[in-house]
Every structure is written in structure tokens, then in C-alpha cells.
């Protein structure tokens, strides 16, 4: 195609959009407009169709002793660039239940994450969190308290 002379034609400011106003070209412009796509029609049909083409390469490589793949460079080159496995996050272990629903027991919580919904449920009619905690398994991490700079271990006197 000549797109030298395409750029200079004053009504196609985009040659490779094809946006052509042929409104207000003149004769000059458009015989060179016509003699370029003829030009451009003829290569274009004078061209092998490309899946002969790619057979045909295909067919060659393989009668070298070559993929295509390896005549290209699309699988060597990710070969040679190492496997790097994603990167995965640590999960966190399985906890002990440290409160239960008194109405159902399946429902559980560890204290860990969100608030269930059963738990703040009856938590907002005017119950404490402390009041579900599963006997024996120690006090309510509802309300913490900074353990920093408190004794933890009281003599007996």
C-alpha cells in the first residue's frame, strides 16, 4: 500500500482507521486514493491464505526435525524462564469453639474473626459475649486489656 501517499491526502488524517472524507477530495486525490487501493487489492489477493501457509511451515519444520514452536521461540522461551509456583499464604490453624449458642449447639465460635450472626444477634438484645463462653475454656477476649507491663505471675504471701 503507498501510505506516503495516503498521509498526504488531506481527508484521511487516520491512513491505518480508514476514516477517508472523499467529500472534499480532489480529482487529483482521488485518482491517487483509487491507484493505491487497487495496488493494495492486488497484493492482497495475490497472497497465499494463511492456514496454507502455516501448514505448509508446519509441514517444513517438521521434515528438519523442528517444531514450530522451537523455530519461533514461543516454548523456549518459556522453558528457559523458571516455573515460579504462586505465592501462598500460611493458613491459620484450626481453634477450639470458645463460645456456644445455648439454643443450638452446632453454632460455635472461636472468638476469632467476625461476630457470627446468632452471637451478635443476641448480643444486641442486651446480652454480654461473656455469657456464652463455653465452660472451662478461659475468659472472654471481647473486652482485651493490655497484658504489657502487668505482672503475670503473683507471689503468695
Known amino acids: 500500500m503507498n501510505r506516503p501517499l495516503l498521509d498526504r491526502l488531506p481527508g484521511c488524517p487516520d491512513p491505518s482507521g480508514m476514516t477517508i472524507d472523499v467529500e472534499h477530495l480532489s480529482l487529483r486525490e482521488l485518482n491517487a486514493l483509487v491507484t493505491a487501493a487497487e495496488q493494495r487489492r492486488a497484493l492482497v489477493a495475490s497472497r497465499r491464505p494463511v492456514a496454507v501457509v502455516r501448514r505448509k511451515l508446519i509441514a517444513f519444520a517438521a521434515q528438519c526435525g523442528y517444531t ?90
Do not use: C
Not at 109 to 133: C, I, Q, V, Y
Open 68 to 157: 514450530i514452536e522451537e523455530l519461533i521461540g514461543a516454548a523456549p522461551a518459556e522453558a528457559a524462564a523458571p516455573v515460579r509456583k504462586p505465592a501462598t499464604r500460611r493458613r491459620a490453624g484450626k481453634v477450639a469453639a470458645k463460645y456456644r449458642d445455648p439454643d443450638n449447639k452446632r453454632n460455635t465460635w472461636s472468638g476469632r474473626g467476625r461476630m457470627p450472626r446468632w452471637l451478635a444477634e443476641k448480643t444486641k438484645h442486651g446480652r454480654s459475649p461473656a455469657d456464652f463462653l463455653i465452660p472451662g475454656l478461659g475468659r472472654s477476649d471481647v473486652r482485651k486489656s493490655s497484658a504489657i507491663g502487668q505482672r503475670t505471675v503473683f507471689k503468695q504471701s
